[in-house]
């Protein structure tokens, strides 16, 4: 999450401002601001002010720009939509408490001449324009380069302000020679004890007996200590600044004045019973959102009321039957209470109606594989191959080709792991 949040520090005021400029508007991003997964502002509270963190407050314009600079390029599922805008209202909390903090640490820190003419030049890489052309395109907008050099000089005195305040903030992080050694020993295990460990999991795959020696080598601790070391101390500094976060976040007094955020707020936060009773409203609308209920339900099994988080699926999946991401939260659900032929009862509807759906029959890869449905998770499998294989023959955009083999890899790495470790059996295999 921070490292998000220390990137858009430095990049939403400026890389956004010039997207505005350049598209004159804001690019397709009418579909991350209408009702769908939105809701309406809350009566009888100021429609520009977003949320309010300690008295702090947060707009629609800061919120706005920032969720359009996040936005993905494809479509966000039904169940994305939510997570999504709340994680970037979250992030500009985080901000806010950071900021005071830093008030109260008393940070002062300065951008440079070079800092700013690096940030101004990579903007005109970025953008393929002309410092002539980007005046041009400034002016349409009421703007000059002289504002935008401001910003960027307040933007990256604000990424600086964030850094050095969490610096001070979670101290220093120390990292021990034991540590280092374990992980070691860890990442590479001695020969023997690599060697016992194959032949355990796969004593019949002679064949992969040379690959296995190969991916086994151990290099000197010498050799790979430094990198060891930072792996650890990134670890523990994410680690050290979440709970800092989180510290900040328990002490402040936030009001989230969306309808829906704050509702979800209520269930990320643990808020059971303010979630359940806000979502129970949204679910009784004539036109509702159908992951409302999921989110219902979340809140139900929150409270340990697991019957009536059930009952709620169920009418959600009877008044959606067409819709996936309920089933497949669903599915999930059951999962959890290890009700498992229940749950892949829900999947074989999500499969008879998934066509070519790429996504769909990934997640199905994966569920029936996590539940011991071994011939239904191979099944899963080969669709994903044959829909792979006519998106390349189809030409499919670079990024698309990119996210399909990422796909691929990741699936293929699962189902190996699935040959070797032989997941239980249970009765929804028949």
């Given at each position: 999450?921070?490292?998000?949040l220390?990137d858009?520090?430095?990049i ?5 401002v010039?997207a505005?400029v350049i598209s004159?508007?804001?690019?397709g991003?009418g579909?991350y ?14 429609p520009s002010?977003i ?20 936005a993905p ?6 169940s994305q ?6 994680n970037?209202?979250?992030a500009?909390i985080?901000?806010?408490?950071l900021m005071?903090q830093?008030?109260?640490l ?7 001449e070079a ?5 101004y ?10 410092e002539n052309?980007l ?5 349409e907008q009421?703007?000059t ?5 401001e910003?960027?000089?307040a ?7 964030i850094?050095q305040?969490?610096d001070q ?7 021990s020679e034991?540590?280092?050694e374990?992980l070691?020993q ?9 060697e ?5 999991e796969?004593?019949?795959e ?12 151990r290099?000197a ?8 070391e ?10 050290a600044?979440?709970?800092w ?6 002490g ?6 969306d ?10 936060n643990?808020n ?5 009773e806000?979502?129970?409203?949204f679910?009784?609308e004539?036109e509702?959102d159908?992951i409302?209920y ?11 009321n697991?019957e009536?988080?059930?009952e709620?699926?169920n009418?959600?999946v009877e008044?959606?039957?067409?819709n996936?991401d309920?089933?497949?939260?669903y599915?999930?659900?059951l999962?959890?209470?290890?009700n ?5 009862a829900q999947?074989d509807?999500?499969?008879a109606?998934?066509e ?6 990934y997640?199905l890869?994966m569920m ?6 071994e011939e ?6 080969e ?5 792979s294989?006519n998106?390349?023959?189809q030409s499919a ?6 996210a399909?083999?990422d796909i ?7 189902e190996?792991?699935i040959?070797?470790?032989s ?6 295999n028949?």
């Amino acid at each position: 999450m921070f490292d998000t949040l220390r990137d858009n520090s430095r990049i939403i005021v400026y890389i956004v401002v010039i997207a505005f400029v350049i598209s004159g508007g804001f690019m397709g991003y009418g579909a991350y601001l209408n009702n769908q997964g939105g809701g309406g502002q809350a009566p009888n509270q100021n429609p520009s002010v977003i949320a309010e963190v300690n008295g702090m407050e947060i707009s629609q314009q800061e919120y706005f720009s920032l969720l359009q600079q996040q936005a993905p390029q494809s479509n966000l599922s039904s169940s994305q939509i939510i997570p999504f805008r709340y994680n970037v209202l979250n992030a500009l909390i985080e901000r806010k408490l950071l900021m005071a903090q830093a008030e109260v640490l008393d940070i002062d820190v300065e951008a440079s001449e070079a800092e700013i003419d690096e940030n101004y030049n990579n903007i005109l890489e970025q953008n393929e324009m002309t410092e002539n052309e980007l005046s041009e395109a400034l002016a349409e907008q009421g703007y000059t380069i002289g504002d935008l050099r401001e910003d960027i000089k307040a933007s990256i005195e604000d990424s600086k302000t964030i850094t050095q305040t969490i610096d001070q903030g979670i101290g220093e992080i120390e990292v021990s020679e034991e540590e280092i050694e374990e992980l070691y020993q860890q990442r590479y295990p001695e020969p023997e004890a690599a060697e016992e460990d194959a032949a355990e999991e796969a004593e019949s795959e002679e064949e992969n007996t040379e690959a296995e020696n190969t991916e086994t080598e151990r290099p000197a601790m010498a050799e790979v200590k430094d990198d060891l070391e930072q792996e650890i101390r990134s670890q523990k500094r994410n680690e050290a600044i979440n709970s800092w976060l989180a510290e900040l976040k328990e002490g402040a007094e936030i009001t989230v004045n969306d309808p829906v955020l704050s509702a979800y707020h209520a269930l990320e936060n643990e808020n059971y019973e303010q979630a359940a009773e806000e979502f129970s409203a949204f679910v009784e609308e004539e036109e509702t959102d159908p992951i409302f209920y999921s989110y219902l339900a979340q809140a139900y099994e929150g409270q340990n009321n697991l019957e009536r988080a059930k009952e709620v699926y169920n009418s959600a999946v009877e008044s959606y039957p067409e819709n996936t991401d309920l089933r497949f939260n669903y599915a999930q659900f059951l999962a959890d209470q290890e009700n498992n032929e229940e749950a892949i009862a829900q999947l074989d509807e999500i499969s008879a109606a998934a066509e070519d759906d790429f996504m769909t029959y990934y997640q199905l890869f994966m569920m029936y594989s996590r539940l011991g449905a071994e011939e239904k998770a191979q099944s899963a499998m080969e669709e994903v191959q044959r829909i792979s294989e006519n998106m390349q023959t189809q030409s499919a955009p670079a990024a698309d080709q990119e996210a399909v083999e990422d796909i691929q890899e990741e699936a293929e790495d699962m189902e190996e792991e699935i040959e070797v470790e032989s997941p239980v059996e249970t009765e929804a295999n028949n």
